[in-house]
């Protein structure tokens, strides 16, 4: 074999090596991505029920309740065009409310969206990139609006 064949050989052979290292990292980082569906995405598109996913949006007004086990909760979360019922057991963060931008991660099973984690928006002006992104998407949240949709700020915090 000449010196110009075994450089070749070399160049192949990093070069497959390289492309097996980077087919190992992505296949390992499959299971840790998880991927963000706006309430009229995750009705558009099928999901795999054992796939960890978030959904965001604002939570309606009066669809908040109770479940049968203490920490249970149910509410729906919604773009302005779809809504998803969102089932989350567990304490929920002290700015949860109706009318607010929130992102729960979990899995989607039987219709119903399976929490295991809530997160809400930490001040009165700011809403999760991907909610916003959803809800402007959908013609229902502009630049310069409260997250309420009213156009004005609420007062104080909670």
């Given at each position: 074999?000449?010196?110009?064949?075994?450089?070749?050989?070399?160049?192949?052979?990093?070069?497959?090596?390289?492309?097996?290292?980077?087919?190992?990292?992505?296949?390992?980082?499959?299971?840790?991505?998880?991927?963000?569906?706006?309430?009229?995405?995750?009705?558009?598109?099928?999901?795999?029920?054992?796939?960890?996913?978030?959904?965001?949006?604002?939570?309606?007004?009066?669809?908040?309740?109770r479940?049968?086990?203490?920490?249970?909760i149910?509410?729906?979360?919604?773009?302005?065009?779809?809504?998803?019922?969102?089932?989350?057991?567990?304490?929920?963060?002290?700015?949860?409310?109706?009318?607010?931008g929130?992102?729960?991660?979990?899995?989607?099973?039987?219709?119903?969206?399976?929490?295991?984690?809530?997160?809400?928006k930490?001040?009165?002006?700011?809403?999760?990139?991907?909610?916003?992104?959803?809800?402007?998407?959908?013609?229902?949240?502009?630049?310069?609006?409260?997250?309420?949709?009213?156009?004005?700020?609420?007062?104080?915090?909670?």
């Amino acid at each position: 074999m000449t010196r110009k064949n075994q450089r070749i050989a070399m160049i192949v052979g990093g070069l497959a090596f390289l492309g097996v290292a980077a087919g190992l990292v992505l296949t390992a980082f499959e299971d840790s991505v998880v991927f963000f569906f706006s309430p009229t995405d995750l009705q558009a598109k099928p999901v795999d029920p054992e796939r960890r996913i978030r959904v965001g949006g604002l939570v309606e007004t009066g669809s908040v309740e109770r479940g049968p086990a203490d920490a249970e909760i149910r509410f729906k979360v919604t773009d302005g065009n779809t809504s998803v019922t969102i089932r989350y057991v567990g304490i929920l963060p002290d700015l949860f409310r109706e009318g607010q931008g929130i992102v729960a991660q979990g899995r989607l099973q039987d219709a119903m969206f399976q929490a295991d984690e809530v997160l809400a928006k930490h001040d009165e002006t700011y809403m999760p990139k991907e909610v916003a992104d959803a809800l402007k998407k959908q013609g229902h949240w502009k630049d310069g609006e409260a997250p309420y949709g009213d156009g004005a700020k609420s007062g104080g915090g909670s």
